[in-house]
Nanobody, 126 residues
Framework: EVQLVESGGGLVQAGGSLRLSCAAS????????IAWFRQAPGKEREGVSC????????YYADSVKGRFTISSDNAKNTIPLQMNGLKPEDTAVYYC???????????????????WGQGTQVTVSS
């Protein structure tokens, strides 16, 4: 069974850091694009970042550029998301998602992804 599991969420003060991780079971990320999305209360789910495992290319939402870093831990088959300089507006449930192929210019479109995790809560206090 294919599963994605997020971890690393929590409560942090503004300006702090968190490191999320997306782990896969039932498949390996080798030929996949893996993205992080987030959904704040009352808002639509939005793309945060994406990485193409085959070549390491990355994409970021403008709102997180320079603060968040997506990477790939091949040995552990996980996709970490390092979040620095957190702001209260980063508060949301964060989800990872995967699909075969590359991120591409439309990486932020939810419908492109076949597998989703259950999410992990990130709360940033002011």
């Amino acid at each position: 069974e294919v599963q994605l599991v997020e971890s690393g969420g929590g409560l942090v003060q503004a300006g702090g850091s968190l490191r999320l991780s997306c782990a896969a079971s039932g498949f390996t990320f080798d030929d996949y694009a893996i993205a992080w999305f987030r959904q704040a209360p009352g808002k639509e789910r939005e793309g945060v970042s994406c990485i193409t495992r085959s070549d390491g290319s990355t994409y970021y939402a403008d709102s997180v550029k320079g603060r968040f870093t997506i990477s790939s831990d091949n040995a552990k088959n996980t996709i970490p998301l390092q979040m620095n300089g957190l702001k209260p507006e980063d508060t949301a449930v964060y989800y990872c998602a995967a699909r075969r192929g590359r991120c591409g210019s439309g990486w932020f479109r939810l419908g492109k992804y076949d597998y989703w995790g259950q999410g992990t809560q990130v709360t940033v206090s002011s």
